[in-house]
């Protein structure tokens, strides 16, 4: 079965997110056996809704955006996945967001499906009212297919705590009753789970440090890059650097810093919240954004967009351990070249997985309404990385195969067998 097959409309054309992902399911098909015949449910989302959003702004023009929920498969469980707001937001692209929520959240054996949703729009360009027009009219838009037993956002580059309790409270209106599991990455006061802003980042420390230790590379002293310092690459790398790594060169939207010595990453994250860039901090410091693959370093982390390392990238960096904080950020054909340069990638599914590790427990949480203390959200959300990075070391070893086609491998197994068992409607 050809995966990218042109008569349908979601096969996207060209090296976009989502052919990137079925490129990826691809190379799982041959480690499935019989339960390959079955992979056709992966290449296609479940279901994918496109809405007009109209928002009256503040000058009372109106403008109309455009919003996306996709739920790409929940045999497993509800849809779980992050809400973006971008100005490159694409149907494309929230499809493969979502699949890869699916892979993820089987690859860490969550009782959860995958979805993710998003806005075209820039939304540093909107007012406080505007963004909170947006969010309540997208909000009431997706709401058909969203609710605690069906589909659960979260926030995603642009979206935050105060967009989600936005979007509960809507969607609560709705139903006439406070629904707080309705999305995760809420403020802990209106029912959020201790530790989920810092979750992703912990996540990315917690499976670099398991996998280095697989391949021998000593984490003192190791150089560290960092494309991304927002809520993820700021955790990353603030944990490196507490554990004694050094973070070398660190790029955001604004600027690319690079201090061989080290920098010092409490006070960038300081500087970063106080001036919300790193441009600035020290400008002598400052090299041109081209530079930063070209750093030197035992680790690259790649977390902010995806499709950042191509070819070119691949062909010419110089890493041992790539830390995918960003999802999707390696395309296929780069993929191919780290495996023949012998540079491990942790891949995404796992790598960042954190973050819907302590949704999961966040969503529990409300349906209990009992929460936990912040030492026991990362005790258990450390046990349960540490365990699915090294299911998926072992199943590469076993499978010969890099750890992303033994996370798909991991998760498809679990996904299909699923879907084996509870046959198809109406049968
Ligand atoms: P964020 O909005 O907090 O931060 C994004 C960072 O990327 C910012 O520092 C921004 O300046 C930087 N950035 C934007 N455009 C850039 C560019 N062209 N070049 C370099 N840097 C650029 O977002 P986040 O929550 O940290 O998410 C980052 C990535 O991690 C995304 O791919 C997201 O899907 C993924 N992710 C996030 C979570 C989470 O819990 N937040 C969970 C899983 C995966």
Redesign the pocket.
């Known amino acids: 079965m050809n995966s990218i097959d042109p008569s349908l409309t979601y096969a996207g054309q060209g090296n976009t997110a989502w052919n990137n992902y079925l490129k990826q399911l691809e190379k799982v098909s041959p480690f499935l056996g019989e339960l390959s015949e079955r992979l056709d449910m992966l290449r296609r989302p479940k279901r994918s809704l496109i809405v007009d959003i109209p928002v009256i702004m503040d000058d009372g023009t109106v403008r109309h955006f455009e919003g996306y929920r996709v739920q790409h498969n929940v045999t497993r469980g509800p849809g779980k996945g ?1 809400v ?1 707001f971008h100005p490159d937001v694409n149907l494309d692209e929230v499809m493969a ?1 979502s699949a890869w929520m699916t892979i993820k959240c089987a690859a860490l054996n969550l009782p959860f499906g995958g979805a993710k949703g998003g806005v075209r729009v820039d939304p540093s360009q909107l007012s406080r009212r505007e963004l909170e027009r947006l969010t309540r009219r997208y909000t009431a838009e997706i709401n058909l297919i969203i609710g605690p037993q069906k589909d659960i956002p ?5 979206t ?1 705590g105060q967009i989600m309790a936005w979007m509960m409270d809507t969607f609560s209106m709705n139903a006439g009753s406070t629904v707080t599991g309705v999305v995760t ?1 809420k403020p802990v006061h209106l029912g959020g789970s201790l530790g ?1 802003v810092k ?3 912990r996540g990315v420390y917690v499976s670099g440090r398991e996998v280095a230790a697989e391949i021998g590379l000593e984490l003192k002293d190791a150089r560290i890059c960092v ?8 955790e990353a790398a603030l944990l490196f650097h507490d554990n004694g790594s050094k973070v070398v060169c660190v ?4 600027a690319t810093l690079y201090q061989e010595h080290g920098i010092d990453v409490p006070k960038l994250i300081e500087y ?1 919240q106080a001036n919300k ?2 441009q600035g901090y020290a400008f002598n410091d400052e090299i041109s ?1 081209d530079a930063f693959w070209k750093v030197s370093a035992e680790i690259f982390i790649p ?4 499709g ?1 390392i191509d070819v070119d990238v691949a062909q010419t960096i110089d890493a041992k351990l790539i830390l995918e ?5 390696t395309d296929s054909d780069a993929d191919e070249i780290l495996t023949e340069r012998n540079i491990t990638v942790v891949p ?1 599914v796992i790598c ?5 590790t302590v ?1 999961y427990f966040e969503w529990v949480q409300d349906f209990a309404s009992y929460f936990w203390t912040e030492e026991e959200i990362y005790q258990r959300m450390d046990a349960i990385m540490v365990k699915a990075v090294h299911d998926v070391w072992h199943k590469s070893k076993q499978a010969g195969s890099t750890m992303r086609t033994a996370a798909y491998i991991v998760a498809c197994e679990r996904i299909l067998n699923a879907r084996k068992e509870r046959g198809i409607y109406p049968g």
């Open positions: 992050g973006r967001l979260a926030p995603d580059v642009g935050n990455g989920r979750a992703t980042g494309q991304g310092f927002g809520n993820v690459g700021s790029q955001d939207h604004s970063m860039k790193i954004n977390a902010a967009l995806e950042v904080g960003a999802n999707g950020p995404d960042n997985a954190g973050g819907v949704s």
